[in-house]
């Protein structure tokens, strides 16, 4: 079975931390490109962040530039990481991972993984 199973989400002050992980298994994780996808209740999902190591790309959305990193680890088992620092109010939404074959994409409906999302609330 595929499983994507995020941790890390919480409650935090504005300019506070957080650190997503998201444990993958039952896809080869090297042939994946891992996301990070938030949405804010009524919005469209998000694209936040995304890593590629079939072509070495990684992505960051504007807003997020600078403040969020991206970074995965395939050593002792596939997991993939999303370090908020700075985080604002306008962060606060439901962050999920997700996976499509091979290379970022920003289009939503292209994923073809993903896991149960994990709330981040970031209070001002």
């Known amino acids: 079975d595929v499983q994507l199973q995020a941790f890390g989400g919480g409650l935090v002050q504005a300019g506070g931390f957080l650190r997503l992980s998201c444990a993958v298994s039952?896809?080869?994780?090297?042939?994946?490109?891992m996301s990070w996808i938030r949405q804010v209740p009524g919005k469209e999902r998000e694209v936040v962040s995304c890593?590629?190591?079939?072509?070495?790309?990684?992505?960051y959305a504007d807003s997020v530039k600078g403040r969020f990193t991206i970074s995965s680890d395939s050593n002792t088992e596939n997991e993939v990481f999303l370090q908020m620092n700075s985080l604002k109010p306008e962060d606060t939404a439901v962050y999920y991972c997700?996976?499509?074959?091979?290379?970022?994409?920003?289009?939503?409906?292209?994923?073809?993984?993903w896991g149960l999302g994990t709330l981040v609330t970031v209070s001002s």
């Open positions: 997700a996976g499509h074959a091979l290379l970022c994409t920003l289009r939503i409906s292209e994923y073809d993984y």
């Open positions: 039952g896809i080869p994780f090297d042939d994946y490109a």
């Open positions: 890593t590629s190591k079939s072509d070495g790309s990684t992505y």
